[in-house]
Structure formats: structure tokens, C-alpha cells
């Protein structure tokens, strides 16, 4: 079964600051989710990537897809107390009746302001 | 549009009891998937159902059902509660169901149903 690794686990940034955070998966990506969520609540859904090479922004929040590589890395440039939460990366696994949402076990970002 | 709701939103039960826990959909979705989310296993795939017939299901024991209902609206049901299904239990909904090649796939998330067993 397909399995996704994030790390880091943990991140603690000040305000203004620019962070990276990665999901590798231990098979090929076909189609890799980002969420966010905050503690004990429900996901947000941020972007989706299907293609390698393929690169989506949304405000401040940059993701990458890395084929090859199998990984994936959402970047926040100029980090506000806003983007404090769990992110989370989920990929398909699986395909037609098979199909299913598989999530790594998620990075805690805090900002400090 | 409304989004997902789940009812209720916190839970308390004791071992042995059973639980039903609701989810709506967004409205004009037809895809409901259902999620458990653990500390120690983080979020888990539990099932999912399109027109009211379950596609796919997670490895999770059969205490763990669900239905659909033609309105979409989907119950996920638990039996013999265990204190290790202390969690919280999420649902998501789409217009088309997950894995198929389109773009209106993408899961939208409830607030989710956080469920202590004592």
C-alpha cells in the first residue's frame, strides 16, 4: 500500500519567514492533495497537483509536484500567524473501485508572531 | 453553498455501546467518503459511497458501517464500541467520485464528529 512520509513532523517560524515542507510517497504520485486543518477540526482543502512538474500558488502557498522524485513541497513565502495548523498531503492510491485518499501523517506549523 | 455538516459534533460513549454519526453532503455532491483521524494513526480511509452504493472500504473491522441515502446523505455506524475507536471522524464529499479522471473529484471536509469512548 502506498504510504506518505511528511517532514518535517514539526515547525516553529517567526512571522516573516519562508518555510518548505515535503510529502514523499513510496509509490508514483497520480494525484497529490494538500490540506490544512486546524487542531481537531475539519480539512481545507489548499490545491491539487496531477501532473510532474506541475506548480500551483494561491496567495502565498506554492506547491510542487516532483514525479521522479515522488515528492511533493508546499512553500509559504512571508509566513503569517494565519498559516498556523496541521498540513497534510493525501495521494490516490489505487484506481476505479480500488480507489482511496491516503494522507501522510501530517506537519505541525506554528508562526510566531 | 452550505458546506459538509456532520452531526453531532462531539460524542461520548462507553465500551460496548454503538454509535451513528451523520454526514451531509455539499449539496449536488454525490460522493461521500468517510475518514478517521487518530493521533498515533493520523487520518484513515474508512469507506466511500456513490449513489448510495459503497465503493471502496478501508481496512478497518466490520463493526465499521455505513449506508447512503438518495439524498446523498451518508451514516457511518459503529458497534461493540472499543476504547481505540476513540477519534475523530471525518467526512468528505465530492460531485464525482474519487479516482475518476475529472475535475470535480476534489473531497471538501466536514467539521467532523469527535467520538470519546470511556
Known amino acids: 500500500s502506498q504510504e506518505l512520509e511528511q517532514s518535517p513532523q514539526s515547525l516553529i517560524v517567526q512571522e516573516g519567514k519562508n518555510l518548505t515542507i515535503n510529502c514523499t510517497s513510496s509509490?508514483?504520485?497520480?494525484?497529490l492533495y494538500w490540506y490544512k486543518q486546524k487542531y481537531g477540526e475539519g480539512l481545507i482543502f489548499l490545491m491539487m497537483?496531477?501532473?510532474?512538474?506541475e506548480e500551483k500558488s494561491h496567495e502565498k502557498i506554492t506547491a510542487k509536484l516532483d514525479e521522479k522524485k515522488q515528492q511533493s513541497s508546499l512553500h509559504i513565502t512571508a509566513s503569517q500567524p494565519s498559516h498556523a495548523g496541521i498540513y497534510l498531503c493525501g495521494a490516490e492510491a489505487g484506481g476505479g473501485s480500488n480507489y482511496k485518499l491516503t494522507f501522510g501523517k501530517g506537519t505541525l506549523l506554528t508562526v510566531n508572531p | 453553498k452550505a458546506g459538509v455538516t456532520q452531526t453531532p459534533r462531539y460524542l461520548i460513549k462507553t465500551r460496548g455501546q454503538q454509535v451513528t454519526l451523520s454526514c451531509s453532503p455539499i449539496s449536488g455532491h454525490r460522493s461521500v467518503s468517510w475518514y478517521q483521524q487518530t493521533p498515533g494513526q493520523g487520518l484513515q480511509f474508512l469507506f466511500e459511497?456513490?449513489?448510495?452504493?459503497?465503493?471502496n472500504k478501508g481496512n478497518f473491522p466490520g463493526r465499521f458501517s455505513g449506508r447512503q441515502f438518495s439524498n446523498s446523505r451518508s451514516e457511518m455506524n459503529v458497534s461493540t464500541l472499543e476504547l481505540g475507536d476513540s477519534a475523530l471522524y471525518l467526512c468528505?464529499?465530492?460531485?464525482?467520485?474519487?479516482?475518476?479522471?475529472?475535475?470535480?473529484?476534489?473531497?471538501?471536509f466536514g467539521p467532523g464528529t469527535r467520538l470519546t469512548v470511556l
Open positions: 509509490k508514483t504520485l497520480y494525484g
Open positions: 468528505a464529499s465530492s460531485y464525482d467520485p474519487p479516482g475518476h479522471s475529472s475535475s470535480y473529484n476534489e473531497q471538501f
Open positions: 459511497y456513490f449513489s448510495e452504493t459503497q465503493r
Open positions: 497537483l496531477q501532473k510532474g512538474g
